[in-house]
């Protein structure tokens, strides 16, 4: 398995602000993911981190709101941009370890973001 | 009509029930399905894996696939309370993006002492 460290745990930030939001994996990963979970909700894809090249985002997100980084094979962070109330929720790393065959997703525990 | 359904609860049952919950899909080509369990305040937990159809035990869980309805659950025996969390149904395509999950909006279940 994998540990995944994800920091702030949470935070409360003002409208038009930025936060970003960092993720280390204990070990080697092929893949890393960032979601969104909205109360209530299930999780919601945001990209794939690619190390050393732009993310791949998914339909709905875009680079300008949520620009990811990816250094190296086991740190990414996401920065939620120009805040608005509508991005309260929970921010979700995961990594794909590739161990094994199964190519199984851990998941960090989190980042709940308030936007006031 | 989203990809995968799930009846989002909340699930109440006693102490040593039994728990059924269950995931339906629409996209045949989903080869990989998954059951995480998400504590409040923390990031979802890896439960149980199964490729294709059948059924899988570990303990007190038992995960089954039927392929034909585009159906899965997950069976909770003598259910405890430290069983009550979130349970999310994920899966995934058979190749390429076998690595992305797509899930279900997640059951609330808590189990009374």
Known sequence: ?116 | QKEVEQDPGPLSVPEGAIVSLNCTYSNSAFQYFMWYRQYSRKGPELLMYTYSSGNKEDGRFTAQVDKSSKYISLFIRDSQPSDSATYLCAMSLSSGSARQLTFGSGTQLTVLP
């Open chain 1, 1 to 116: 398995s994998a540990v995944i460290s994800q920091k702030p745990s949470r935070d409360i930030c003002q409208r038009g602000t930025s936060l970003t939001i960092q993720c280390q994996v204990d070990s080697q990963v092929t893949m890393m993911f960032w979601y969104r979970q909205q109360p209530g909700q299930s999780l919601t894809l945001i990209a794939t981190a690619n190390q050393g090249s732009e993310a791949t985002y998914e339909s709905g997100f875009v680079i300008d709101k949520f620009p990811i980084s990816r250094p190296n094979l086991t740190f990414s962070t996401l920065t939620v941009s120009n805040l608005s109330p509508e991005d309260s929720s929970i921010y979700l790393c995961s990594a794909v370890t590739g161990i094994d065959a199964k190519n199984i997703q851990y998941f960090g525990a989190g980042t709940r973001l308030s936007v006031l």
